[in-house]
Every structure is written in structure tokens, then in C-alpha cells.
């Protein structure tokens, strides 16, 4: 259902993975752009724990995002 929704109404989309993770490989984050082909998609030198091994990253790539994409 959820990608259904996404195909109909196209929200803006951040996706930040982390390409060495062993339980959510990187291979499932290239799916999203099927469905939602202007989404963001950021692959990091990280693993499972993204966030905190490159938090820093992240929340820059999330400020820069909304700054983009959500009316002020």
C-alpha cells in the first residue's frame, strides 16, 4: 500500500543507507527510485548503525533537504 502511495502522490524523498550494511543491504534502497524517481538517494561508507557512524552527514544531507524541499 505504501508504495502505491508513493507512486500517486510523488512526496519528496530522502533516502541515506548505508552501502555496508549486512542486514538492510544497499540493494534495497535502489527500489525507492522506481517508485519515486526524484527521491534523494545518498549511499554512505557505513554499515547498519548510518546514523551513528556518520550523523554528522546525515544531518547535514537532512538540513540541506528540508531547506530544498519544505516552504518557509
Excluded: C
Excluded at 548505508?18 to 549511499?43: V, W
Excluded at 552527514?57 to 533537504?65: A, E, K, N, T, V
Aim: net charge negative.
Amino acid at each position: 500500500a505504501w508504495q502505491a502511495y508513493f507512486r500517486k502522490h510523488q512526496p519528496p524523498m530522502l533516502i541515506v543507507w548505508g552501502k555496508n550494511d549486512k542486514i538492510f543491504p544497499a540493494a534495497g534502497a535502489t527500489p525507492y527510485l522506481r517508485d519515486l524517481p526524484q527521491a534523494e538517494l545518498h549511499l554512505l561508507d557505513s554499515g547498519h548503525f548510518a546514523l551513528e557512524e556518520e550523523g554528522d552527514q546525515i544531518g547535514r544531507l537532512m538540513h540541506d533537504f528540508l531547506d530544498r524541499k519544505v516552504p518557509r
